[in-house]
């Protein structure tokens, strides 16, 4: 370690990995738990006592799809408590009459609300669920009626890509005080769908451009925040703000990890809140200091001036395209392996059958069992 | 709300800030400061900027705020009028503050 452990500023709290949608993209492990594998409420209310007590300030409450559980409520009133500001990400279908008011009474801060598609058809397809549309429309309603501030998720790739401007006068409409357009990252289930949801390049060029003139026309009115797609990049993203730097995440059964897809590296264990304290494993899991700081780095990264910049980049990028987690973050121009994730992209596109509906997804489920090989496309 | 009724909300002397009621100031006993918290993002404001964000509670106006600060930091008004201006429009485009 070159400098001294600080206390995490966010937490991802991945209540459960039930979900009525069935995205391709999940950014859920592959290996989805069981509602019998869940941590119950009191672990919950301890593990988010300690979070508090160790300095967390921000703790989004996400899945699968969070408003399953039952005791979601009791949840956000614990933090609200705390001052520990809360963050609910939903998919926003089939939540009960009055349940988000209860929210807002028990202090809940803000909500962030997943649409797949700016269109009906589109939503209904890429989730695989029908009538899902109209449902999240009137979640976002319910949600302002409320005096909650929104933000919408649109999570992208090539079925959608080409919505971002109905995506934008949707946000507008719902009256979302935030858009997030995110282009999907390949790891998880998207990993495994890569070929089906890579777009091309001159749709990720057109894309820019919208978001740009949107973003200055907008100053003030909406914020759009772009999450850039890793595979057209130059520069690496700074991963969860760098590896066990500020930010963490909780699986449904306790297991704490440095990010949502840590558990892709296999050579690391990881501890369950529970067996061990909150604090103990942000200070002292292998796991979590394997890619702390900047001693761990190999060449580029080793002498390269951005290394405090973007931290390395993502280290399950990392395994997933070089094979090692160590490596530079293949996503970065000076990765000997940078060339791969062209070479990828080309792949996905040359191998598209002709028409563009999404047959060729495997649909998100709990109990399915699938086999990766990242490294070919 | 529809799309085309949204305005962007530009900063006047005459404006009475207010702390958007997502966006929220507290002491972290943890760090030993305060912190601006809001959707997705944490701020740390500086000492200037704090004095100016405990103003913003809606009854004072942004002339009234600019002659408060101003002699609590025995400067010129029309000097950092600029400035405190320039604050509100920069949160009030981040949705932290309603003007």
Redesign the interface.
Known sequence: MNEPVL?P??MLAELTHRCPLQCAYCSNPVELLKANREMDTAGWLSLFEQAA???V??IHLSGGEPTLRADLGELIACLARR?V?T?LITAGVGIADGRIEAWAEAGL??I?LSFQGAFAATTEKIGNSRGAHEKKLETARRV?AA???L?INAPIHRHNMEEVPDFI?LA????A??LEIANVQYAGWALLNRKALMPEREAVERQVQIVEEAQERL?????I?FVTPDYFAIYPKPCMGGWARDAFMVAPDGTVLPCHAAGTIKSLHFERFGDWSLSRIWHESSAFNAFRGTSWMQEPCRSCERQEIDWGGCRCQAMAIAGDASATDPACIKSPLHARMGALINEAISTKTADTTPDAFTYRRIGRSVELDPTSA | MTGASRVRAVVSMQSRPILKSHARLQYDTVREAWALLSPERVFWPNEVSLDILRLCDGRHTVAQMTALLADHYAADEAEIAPDVTGFLQEWSDKFLVTL
């Open positions: 206390p500023i966010g007590d160790l300095g300030l921000q001052g500001y963050n801060d803000h962030q302002r005096g909650l501030p933000t006068e507008l409409s719902l009256g005080e935030r100053r003030g009115i909406m914020t925040d």
